[in-house]
């Protein structure tokens, strides 16, 4: 499964090969409530079909009556990119469905030979970056090696928009936690890689979608050279396992990087990594362990989610909560920590 933008620039690219008339939309920026955030993509081709949104749908009907009823050409005149506005009277927004006050800006984009829709999704193919300048006289457009992310910057003579690679999440062993985490996280349009080195773990253990991988998780840590979009999750509480992994997504641009286990077990790993690997507190204070938000979970897949919730905290900027005390002494900070983690891990 691809994350949404790659859909639509795809989309867009398939229909433009094929001949058609393509608008490239671009959620540029917005005020009040809105449904869509700016950066959100959609594309509609001549025929009126859509890929991606900006709205609640309300706008998209708009957007494809006026394609099939004036054509590309009169929405964007002589094939130049056009600013659009939806929501700025109070009639408008109770016509297409904003919340109250709300107001959406749109640029609306032909796809031409000279968008490099092609460019773009190898560049994101490859977990490159990408600055995309829009110049909103000639609708020509230029990429740049960027920063992973940001929101939309419009000037008067261009569109700057930001492209990066689709969130990675890799998964240190293969088991019944493993797959609920993997199965929510593809939901999540993550890439996910399972790895298990442990012939007799991975014999059984298949998800479609989802890389397996048979490396020791160094290993792969190393050659995967975890980025700034990938998170990395201990599962096995196999130190031969976990810890070299660790070690190496601790130093590595991974944006997340967390271990299952008890505090006590916590504690210890802590101990193991600084003592007998030199890893400095600064680096051990990014590990999260025990891994995920306290949400009183006791089956895999309720630990899963609790893990999955924490994860996607992350990438959205919220802080990590506090541990929370609980009535048997045991902290009730990362779901794994209670009292289930024994049948579950065999600890």
Same mark, same amino acid.
């Given at each position: 499964?691809?994350?949404?933008?790659?859909?639509?620039?795809r989309g867009?690219q398939?229909?433009?090969?094929?001949?058609?008339?393509?608008?490239?939309?671009?959620?540029?920026?917005?005020?009040?409530?809105?449904?869509?955030?700016?950066g959100?993509?959609?594309?509609?081709?001549?025929?009126?079909?859509?890929?991606?949104?900006?709205s609640?749908?309300?706008?998209?009907?708009?957007?494809?009556?006026?394609v099939?009823?004036?054509?590309?050409?009169?929405?964007?005149?002589?094939?130049?990119?056009?600013?659009?506005?939806?929501?700025?009277?109070?009639?408008?927004?109770? &016509?297409? #469905? =904003? %919340?109250c006050?709300?107001?959406?800006? *749109? @640029?609306?984009?032909?796809?031409?030979? +000279?968008? $490099?829709?092609?460019?773009?999704?190898?560049?994101?193919?490859?977990?490159?970056?990408?600055?995309?300048?829009?110049?909103?006289?000639?609708?020509?457009?230029?990429?740049?090696?960027?920063? &992973?992310? #940001? =929101? %939309?910057?419009?000037?008067?003579?261009? *569109? @700057?928009?930001?492209?990066?690679?689709? +969130?990675? $999440?890799?998964?240190?062993?293969?088991?019944?936690?493993?797959?609920?985490?993997?199965?929510?996280?593809?939901?999540?349009?993550?890439?996910?890689?399972?790895?298990?080195?442990?012939?007799?773990?991975?014999?059984?253990?298949?998800?479609?979608?989802?890389? *397996?991988?048979?490396?020791?998780?160094d290993?792969?840590? $190393?050659?995967?050279?975890?980025?700034?979009?990938?998170?990395?999750?201990?599962?096995?509480?196999?130190?031969?396992?976990?810890?070299?992994?660790?070690?190496?997504a601790l130093?590595?641009?991974?944006?997340?990087?967390?271990?299952?286990?008890?505090?006590?077990?916590?504690?210890?790993?802590?101990?193991?990594?600084?003592?007998?690997?030199?890893?400095?507190?600064?680096?051990?204070?990014?590990?999260?362990?025990?891994?995920?938000?306290?949400?009183?979970?006791?089956?895999?897949?309720?630990?899963?989610?609790?893990?999955?919730?924490?994860?996607?905290?992350?990438?959205?900027?919220?802080?990590?909560?506090?541990?929370?005390?609980?009535?048997?002494?045991?902290?009730?900070?990362?779901?794994?920590s209670?009292?289930?983690?024994?049948?579950?891990?065999?600890?």
């Amino acid at each position: 499964m691809e994350d949404l933008d790659t859909q639509v620039l795809r989309g867009a690219q398939a229909w433009h090969a094929a001949g058609l008339p393509v608008l490239l939309v671009t959620v540029t920026r917005t005020w009040g409530s809105s449904p869509r955030p700016p950066g959100s993509l959609m594309a509609i081709n001549g025929r009126g079909e859509t890929v991606g949104s900006v709205s609640g749908g309300c706008i998209e009907d708009d957007l494809i009556r006026r394609v099939q009823g004036e054509g590309l050409d009169a929405v964007c005149a002589q094939g130049r990119p056009a600013t659009l506005r939806y929501g700025i009277s109070a009639d408008q927004a109770h &016509r297409f #469905g =904003l %919340p109250c006050g709300g107001t959406v800006e *749109l @640029v609306l984009e032909p796809v031409a030979a +000279h968008s $490099l829709l092609p460019e773009l999704l190898q560049a994101n193919l490859e977990r490159r970056s990408t600055q995309r300048r829009l110049d909103l006289r000639s609708g020509a457009v230029t990429l740049h090696e960027g920063r &992973r992310d #940001g =929101l %939309p910057e419009l000037s008067d003579h261009a *569109l @700057v928009t930001h492209f990066g690679p689709r +969130h990675r $999440l890799i998964v240190i062993g293969a088991g019944d936690l493993s797959r609920f985490l993997s199965q929510m996280a593809l939901g999540l349009n993550f890439e996910v890689i399972v790895c298990d080195p442990r012939e007799e773990q991975r014999a059984s253990w298949s998800l479609d979608g989802v890389t *397996l991988s048979h490396e020791m998780p160094d290993d792969l840590i $190393l050659r995967l050279r975890p980025d700034a979009r990938t998170a990395v999750v201990a599962l096995t509480h196999d130190p031969k396992l976990d810890d070299l992994a660790l070690i190496d997504a601790l130093q590595s641009e991974a944006f997340y990087v967390g271990a299952i286990g008890s505090r006590r077990h916590t504690g210890l790993r802590r101990d193991r990594l600084r003592e007998h690997f030199g890893l400095a507190d600064a680096e051990l204070d990014t590990l999260h362990g025990p891994a995920g938000l306290y949400i009183g979970s006791k089956t895999p897949a309720e630990i899963a989610l609790s893990i999955m919730a924490e994860v996607v905290a992350v990438k959205n900027g919220i802080e990590r909560p506090a541990p929370q005390p609980v009535a048997d002494g045991k902290a009730a900070f990362g779901d794994a920590s209670g009292a289930s983690l024994p049948a579950i891990c065999g600890v």
